[in-house]
């Protein structure tokens, strides 16, 4: 059974970072049929997708255009595990964090295992 | 970007009654790739339904999706007491992003 475990903290100020880690059991973050993503979930924005990485022969990631210019997702092969940083943090970047596996084709969206969830709060 | 609309927003119901949720979408869903998830407070979401009718491993089978094109639709058919939760509609044509609807409540009555 796959699961996801995720860390990092969840009280940050404005213009921080965040980083989170989502570790993987039950799968390899390496599996040339998954995709692993990242989700938030705020009162304001509801559920939206944030990013995600990838290997097939070599790695990929892609994101939200929301925060193409202050996201990244990468992943440790050495842990099995990959992660979200998350720039210039505002008090709208507030919400739940996710990471979530999708297959790959017609299931590439389809989020059928996901993280315990972190609460991040932006406050000064 | 595919827009989901869900309604209602709250539906309120007694235990053993049937409960029909809605998502419209903005532009027509290709090859039906609109899912199902539930959501219990405290909790990430949970996959129900994909490829708008099919269900996820475990699901039981009082969980029907139905609908195609725009107007997609979950029925539960007897509400159970751990069937109360907010549900989601998510897209996952094509490419990213993929989109999530707003959610509909099923609170009990």
């Known amino acids: 059974q796959v699961q996801l475990q995720q860390s990092g903290p969840g009280l940050l100020k404005p213009s921080q970072t965040l980083s989170l880690t989502c570790a993987i059991s039950g799968d390899s973050v390496s599996s040339r049929s998954t995709i692993w993503n990242w989700i938030r979930q705020s009162p304001s924005r509801g559920l939206e997708w944030l990013g995600r990485t990838y290997y097939r022969s070599k790695w990929y990631a892609d994101s939200a255009l929301s925060v193409k210019s202050r996201i990244t997702v990468n992943a440790d092969t050495s842990k099995n595990q990959f992660s979200l940083q998350l720039n210039s943090l505002t008090p709208d970047d507030t919400g739940v964090y996710y990471c979530?596996?999708?297959?790959?084709?017609?299931?590439?969206?389809?989020?059928?295992?996901w993280g315990q969830g972190t609460l991040v709060t932006v406050s000064s | 970007e595919i827009v989901l609309t869900q309604s209602p927003g709250t539906l309120s119901l007694s235990p053993g009654e049937r409960a029909t949720l809605s998502c419209r979408a903005s532009q027509s869903v290709s090859s039906n790739y609109l899912a199902w998830y539930q959501q219990k407070p405290g909790q990430a979401p949970r996959l129900l339904i994909y490829g708008a009718s099919s269900r996820a491993t475990g699901i039981p089978d009082r969980f029907t999706g139905s609908g195609s094109g725009t107007d997609f639709t979950l029925t539960i058919s007897r509400l159970e007491p751990e069937d109360f939760a907010v549900y989601y509609c998510q897209e996952y044509d094509d490419s990213p992003p993929w989109t999530f609807g707003q959610g509909t409540k099923v609170e009990i009555k």
């Open positions: 979530a596996r999708a297959g790959s084709g017609t299931a590439a969206g389809l989020f059928n295992f």
